[in-house]
């Protein structure tokens, strides 16, 4: 019997695949619809104290290999989402609530707030590249990462995931600063802060001018991230950039993921895209002899030339 279930710190999903936090997060319809599409967990989009509408249009740019993004963190407010959440896990998968602050005592009044609303874990953006004063730009710093997760921690009960940002020297340092700070988990990773330019206009596409760079072209660069993690710390690492098969799905598994998120593949295919991908899986499994997800995980590891 092959068994696609896994533990990811003690939430129990059916597979190893969750929706990534800001494609059809925003509402509780549409995270309950992806939920019943397939998805083993929900992550909500990046909630904030305050509503906020984002970066003005365009702010998301197609390119032939990904998307470039700038949306700039538009939520309704954290006030707001109460019912959203309550809403989403109707969809029956655990709902994972990302939350963002520009300081600790923010990130942890946030943290509360989900966990009062029902979310079966959150997950700290620690990485988002395009809105000032947050995500990434306090999340490069390692002490910082380290202080926002304790402070997290100390306020709850339920998981906390910290999601953090490629755009860094060492990203295993960053996760150990995590792990430090008591975080149940890693999320790998946000997009990477890019740039395109149109000639003919001579100016930047996007009006915030960068944007963060996600789908096909960053997996490389995620599943390395994964690899790194993997083998600095002990907590579970979540994959995510660039998934949309089960061949995607397995690179970060092998590298060390106990789950895979997706975010630009729901973007372009729906979110049918999970079926598909834990069908893969399946078959995969079935063909190579696995009976568990638990038994690739990191396996690329042992497995070097
Ligand atoms: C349109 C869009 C909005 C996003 N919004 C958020 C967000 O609110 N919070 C966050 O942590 N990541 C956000 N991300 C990043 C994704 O969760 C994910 O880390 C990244 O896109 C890489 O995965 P993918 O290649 O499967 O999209 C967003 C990505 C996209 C494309």
Redesign the pocket.
């Known amino acids: 019997m092959i068994d696609l279930s896994v533990d990811l710190c003690g939430l129990k999903l059916r597979n190893p695949t969750m929706l990534?936090?800001?494609?059809l997060g925003e509402t509780g319809k549409s995270m309950a619809t992806v939920a019943r599409a397939g998805a083993g967990a929900i992550v909500t989009?990046?909630i904030g104290k305050k509503p906020r509408s984002g970066h003005l249009n365009p702010c998301?740019v197609e390119l032939p290999f990904?998307?470039l993004?700038a949306?700039g963190?538009p939520n309704p407010g954290a006030e707001a989402f109460g019912r959203e959440i309550a809403e989403a896990r109707e969809g029956g998968a655990p709902v994972i609530a990302?939350v963002f602050g520009s300081t600790e005592e923010e990130f942890a009044e946030l943290c509360g707030l989900m966990a009062k609303y029902g979310a079966d874990a959150v997950?700290l953006?620690l990485?988002?590249p395009h809105a000032h004063g947050y995500g990434a730009e306090i999340g490069s710093d390692p002490d910082t990462v380290q202080a926002i997760c304790r402070k997290a921690k100390k306020r709850l009960r339920i998981p906390v995931l910290a999601?953090l940002t490629p755009d860094t020297t060492s990203i295993a340092d960053l996760a150990l600063a995590a792990q430090r700070g008591g975080a149940d988990g890693i999320v790998a990773?946000?997009?990477l802060k890019g740039m395109r330019i149109l000639p003919e206009a001579r100016m930047p596409v996007l009006a915030n001018r960068v944007g963060?760079l996600?789908?096909p072209a960053?997996r490389p660069v995620g599943v390395r991230c994964v690899y790194e993690i993997f083998e600095a710390v002990k907590v579970p690492v979540v994959g995510?950039?660039?998934?949309s098969n089960a061949s995607d799905a397995l690179e970060y598994i092998m590298a060390g993921a106990s789950s895979v998120?997706?975010?630009?593949?729901v973007?372009s295919e729906g979110p049918e895209v999970f079926s598909k991908i834990t069908g893969g899986l399946m078959k995969f499994m079935a063909e190579n002899g696995f009976n568990s997800v638990k038994e690739m995980v990191g396996i690329a590891h042992s497995s070097r030339p």
């Open positions: 990534a936090a800001g494609v989009k990046s998301v990904g998307l993004n949306m963190l990302s997950e953006n990485s988002c999601k990773i946000n997009t963060g996600s789908g960053i995510v950039g660039g998934v998120q997706v975010g630009t593949a973007w």
